[in-house]
């Protein structure tokens, strides 16, 4: 294989494209439309904190930043906001019943659908875990299903890498 091949493959494979997505920052519009995603699919009920209440978002981008957070779902969340913005550019400007439409039409897209499907598996880790992860704020989610916490609690972000 010719040294101008071995680059241009190596260049175009998924281990550098990971790689080259979790190390470059993430356009405002992707966590924007996360969150406006998030406020739909966890709104404040009697019962449960809302995704904004919990600080679902910054759990996320704190979060996704970290070299503990898998790459895939970082590409996997910005493609996915990046194709629902565009199939549905005026998400933002609809009322609840119609977001919530939209939303629903989403899950009928197997990559929306999945997208989907890890926000939320994001939003409900925000939710349930220990504040120090940025997320759970002042214990709201572990309040509102009344959770007894374990100790000892973390004391740092994160531990070793295995």
Known sequence: MKRRTFIALGATSPLFLRMDTHAREIPKDVW???????????????HMPSAQEVNALFYLVSNSSSEYF????????IKGAFV??????????????SKNKILEIAT????????????IYYTLEA?????????NTHERGWNATLHVNGNPRPMQKYGRKA
Do not use: C
């Not at 898998?70 to 969340?77: P, R």
């Not at 009928?108 to 926000?119: A, I, N």
């Open 108 to 119: 009928k897209d197997d990559d929306l659908e999945k997208w989907l499907s890890r926000l």
């Open 84 to 97: 629902f913005h565009q199939k549905f550019p005026d998400f933002w400007e609809k009322d609840t019943v």
């Open 127 to 135: 939710m349930f875990s220990d504040p120090i992860y940025g997320g």
């Open 70 to 77: 898998d790459a895939n779902d970082v590409e996997l969340l």
């Open 32 to 46: 924007e439309t996360i969150a406006s995603v998030q406020d739909v699919l966890f709104p404040k009920t009697q």
